[in-house]
C-alpha cells in the first residue's frame, strides 16, 4: 500500500489506478492537526486501506509531535481499537 502525504491537499492518500483514497485534515496552529475525513474507494472498501491511512496520519502526528482531534468516526474507532494512538488525541480542540 503506497500511501502518499500531500501536504499541498491536507491530505494522505492512495492512488488506485486513477482512484484516490483519503484522510483529510487541517492544521490547527503548528502544533494541532484535525482529521475531517476518511473516504475509501467503494472497491477498496473492506481491505485495510482506510486503517493504513489513518496510521499513517496519526504516526505523522507522532513523528511530529502534534496533538491530535477528529470528527471522523473511522478515525475514532481506529483509536478506540488501537490504544497505542490514544495518548496523540486532544480534548480541548
Not at 492512488?15 to 473516504?39: A, C, N, P
Not at 485495510?48 to 496520519?57: F, K, W
Not at 496533538?67 to 480534548?91: H, K, T
Request: hydrophobic share 35%.
Amino acid at each position: 500500500m503506497d500511501i502518499q502525504h500531500e501536504r499541498a491537499n491536507s491530505r494522505f492518500s492512495i492512488d488506485h489506478d486513477g482512484q484516490k483514497s483519503v484522510l483529510s485534515y487541517l492544521m490547527q496552529g503548528e502544533d494541532h492537526i484535525h482529521f475531517i475525513r476518511t473516504w475509501v474507494a467503494p472497491a477498496y472498501r473492506g481491505s485495510g486501506h482506510g486503517a493504513g491511512l489513518v496510521r499513517a496520519g496519526l504516526d505523522h502526528a507522532r513523528e511530529l509531535s502534534l496533538s491530535v482531534s477528529s470528527s471522523c468516526w473511522f478515525v475514532d474507532e481506529f483509536v478506540a481499537r488501537n490504544p497505542q494512538y490514544a495518548g496523540l488525541m486532544s480534548e480541548d480542540r
